[in-house]
Nanobody
Framework: QVQLVESGGGLVQPGGSLRLSCAAS????????MGWYRQAPGKERELVAA???????NYPDSVKGRFTISRDNAKNTVYLQMNSLKPEDTAVYYC?????????????WGHGTLVTVSP
């Protein structure tokens, strides 16, 4: 069993910053690609950022230059630094991880953390 616990969401004004954290725990043999997704009301879940175990990153154009994903492999933790936030960034942000365990290869999701960007 593997769990992902997110933290760091909240209310921020436009132009502000937030840092999300996601810690993985459980029967982990290896953490592979980790990422952040978001889902706004009435919209589909979309990729925000991803990072491989080797540190290669991927961002959609909507957040490129504003968001930075990083990871601490020793702590099994992934971070999302969000700068220059816009109202359209308002969404529930979900952590995602691809994990090798004794039971096999799993894709795991966190429960989500709400980010609200509003004056």
């Amino acid at each position: 069993q593997v769990q992902l616990v997110e933290s760091g969401g909240g209310l921020v004004q436009p132009g502000g910053s937030l840092r999300l954290s996601c810690a993985a725990s459980g029967s982990i043999l290896a953490l592979h690609t980790m990422g952040w997704y978001r889902q706004a009301p009435g919209k589909e879940r979309e990729l925000v950022a991803a990072i491989t175990s080797g540190g290669r990153t991927n961002y959609p154009d909507s957040v490129k230059g504003r968001f930075t994903i990083s990871r601490d492999n020793a702590k099994n933790t992934v971070y999302l630094q969000m700068n220059s936030l816009k109202p359209e960034d308002t969404a529930v942000y979900y952590c995602n991880a691809h994990v090798s365990t004794l039971a096999g290869y799993l894709e795991v999701w966190g429960h989500g953390t709400l980010v609200t960007v509003s004056p």
